[in-house]
């Protein structure tokens, strides 16, 4: 973490962005596509809203490219609610992440639910005041979006299925990988920083020249790369955990299965299509934030799966025509 | 300013009860705020437990001191309305004004503007008021604030659950006599502030944190810095009042 700088006023450093994810802790956040659903979001006890056109359920039922929302849309939700709101823009987009920042955003989601627009790099989110979450699937993925600024990390599971099978094999993987870095030996530790620095260099594949080389990515040279990423690998290995604030998102429907993430050492939850695609929105989002509370007493989620009418209709990840964990790398 | 000064060398006062320090986990920094107590036991030599408060139950074994963290002042209120947490800690502040409170950021919003019943302070506060995220920063705080003499004690104890790592804060060395590294995060401004309260941190000239009687609100976070001497306070008044 860097140095407080105590002689003058700083916007944008680490410790602010990273600090605006802590306040996050034990917190749900979720999608709303109108003011009025972000007003229920507020009322029901939300941390954060995300501000969309449409939730992930429903870009994914209707195909095509999906992109950054509109300003007018991100601006109503901004006037009608005191919590912090988040917007999604492309991954690799930081013309759309520029805009939503310039609209008052306080963080935006890097996200594979919208249409990837760069195949080979993710945002330079050093270069913004505002901070950014982004989704992994293993704590390789983790470690480079902290490298390249990430305040926030969110597993990304398997947005608008409603089914919870990949937020929790994403969590497990994440923690597995961890344990295992943390009894890793010198050799061990060395493969890792060089598995996850050589995602950097996928461009290379892309070109038909037969000596083609990288020279230098938008988040420094292989050796800058490697310093980096051994720094992150040496912050998980002392504290045990992925050293920024950690929630789950994609495919959270239910009370219980927002207690079952949070007892997979999640810091708080993401819903998305699970709040307004069920039967009763606002007892929908009393009930998941109750069960996020209270994750660790068994008498309160039942509490709050009893408050429930149906949730939303779920998804079997097989049958899916497009896998939005696999967009970014 | 006495803040800052180390205690050693000093008389001892010497209880035989370990302090116990109530953490209202609501939601938000609150694993940030059980690092930074264990951290300032140990700088003191005090043995501290932490007392995770989720329930209004919770706080039937007692508590020397409670701290109200960071996080969203809506989500807390909302989070309390199953189980009342919120009206018992009110209850306990309300018991005896003397009662070591400290409060950061949403902590301060729920001590100046309680859902019910009357402030805890004689202040006005001001949600969000210097602006969105981007507007955050953080700058140097002037601090009048003096630490009091605690007594030598064992091990610091804390747990807050089974599953969640803490997050480590940064261990840079920070602080410097006067001024405390101040974290401003989407912060409250206090807009008026009454007779009964005197300033203890002010930056630019505006005040960021005021004490009455026991209760400390501060619009910025210390527990996001390594910087514990908000924490020692805490520990210091608890200690005091338990020795007595």
Same mark, same amino acid.
């Given at each position: ?65 999906? &992109? ?29 992440? &520029? ?26 989110? &050093? ?113 045990? &955990? ?88 | ?244």
């Amino acid at each position: 973490m860097e140095e407080l700088d105590l002689t003058e006023l700083r916007h944008g450093t680490d410790l602010i962005k990273k600090g605006f994810a802590r306040m996050q802790q034990g917190g749900v956040i979720m999608d709303v596509v109108t003011p009025d659903q972000a007003a229920l979001a507020e009322e029901a006890g939300a941390t954060a809203v995300m501000a969309l056109e449409r939730v992930p359920s429903d870009i994914r039922a209707d195909g095509g490219v999906a &992109r950054m929302s509109h300003p007018e849309l991100i601006e109503g939700i901004i006037d009608c609610t005191s919590i912090p709101v988040m917007a999604k823009a492309r991954i690799g987009h930081a013309e759309e992440a &520029r805009v939503l920042e310039a609209l008052g955003v306080d963080m935006v989601d890097e996200s594979e639910v919208l249409t990837p627009a760069d195949p080979f790099f993710h945002i330079d989110k &050093r270069k913004f005041t505002i901070p950014f979450v982004c989704g992994c699937t293993s704590m390789g993925e983790a470690v480079r979006r902290i490298h390249e600024g990430a305040a926030m990390i969110r597993t990304k599971g398997e947005a608008g299925t409603g089914n919870v099978v990949c937020a929790v094999q994403h969590a497990r993987l994440v923690k597995s990988e961890i344990e295992w870095l943390q009894q890793a030996d010198e050799s061990g530790i060395a493969g890792a920083i060089e598995d996850i620095a050589n995602e950097f260099y996928r461009i290379e594949e892309a070109s038909s020249l037969v000596d083609f080389e990288l020279l230098a990515t938008p988040f420094g040279d292989m050796d800058e790369l490697s310093a980096g990423i051994s720094s992150i690998l040496d912050d998980i290995r002392t504290m045990g &955990r992925l050293p920024v604030v950690t929630f789950s998102a994609g495919g959270i429907a239910t009370p219980a299965d927002a207690a079952l993430l949070m007892q997979h050492g999640m810091d708080g939850i993401f819903v998305g299509s699970g709040i307004f695609k069920s039967e009763d929105p606002k007892t929908t989002a009393d009930a998941i934030v109750l069960a996020t509370h209270h994750f660790d007493d068994a008498a309160k989620v039942a509490e709050a799966c009893a408050m429930m009418a149906s949730p939303m209709p779920g998804l079997e990840i097989d049958d899916l025509e497009v896998r939005l964990e696999e967009r970014g790398w | 300013m006495a803040l800052n000064r180390r205690v050693e060398g000093r008389v001892a006062l010497r209880c035989a009860m370990s302090i116990r320090i109530g953490l209202a986990m609501l939601q938000g920094a609150r694993h940030e705020h059980a690092q930074a107590i264990a951290g300032a036991g140990e700088e003191l030599g005090v043995e501290v437990e932490i007392k995770v408060l989720r329930t209004s139950s919770d706080l039937d074994g007692g508590i020397d001191a409670l701290i109200l963290p960071g996080g969203e002042s809506t989500t807390m209120r909302i989070a309390s309305r199953h189980q009342g947490l919120l009206e018992s800690l009110y209850e306990w502040m309300n018991d005896d004004p003397q009662r070591p409170v400290l409060g950061t950021c949403a902590g301060a919003i729920l001590m100046c503007s309680p859902p019910s019943g009357p402030p805890l302070l004689d202040a006005e506060i001001s949600r969000n008021a210097w602006g969105r995220q981007a507007k955050s920063f953080q700058a140097p705080v002037a601090v009048f604030l003096d630490v009091e003499v605690v007594p030598p004690a064992v091990t610091t104890s804390v747990s807050t659950d089974s599953v969640h790592h803490p997050l480590v804060v940064s261990s840079d060395g920070l602080g410097d006599g006067e001024t405390f590294p101040g974290v401003f995060i989407r912060a409250p401004r206090f807009s008026s502030i009454g007779t009964e309260t005197t300033v203890v941190a002010e930056f630019d000239g505006e005040v960021v944190g005021i004490l009455q009687a026991g209760r400390l609100a501060l619009t910025f976070h210390p527990e996001l810095t390594s910087d514990r001497r908000f924490h020692r306070w805490i520990i210091s008044q608890a200690t005091i009042r338990a020795a007595a």
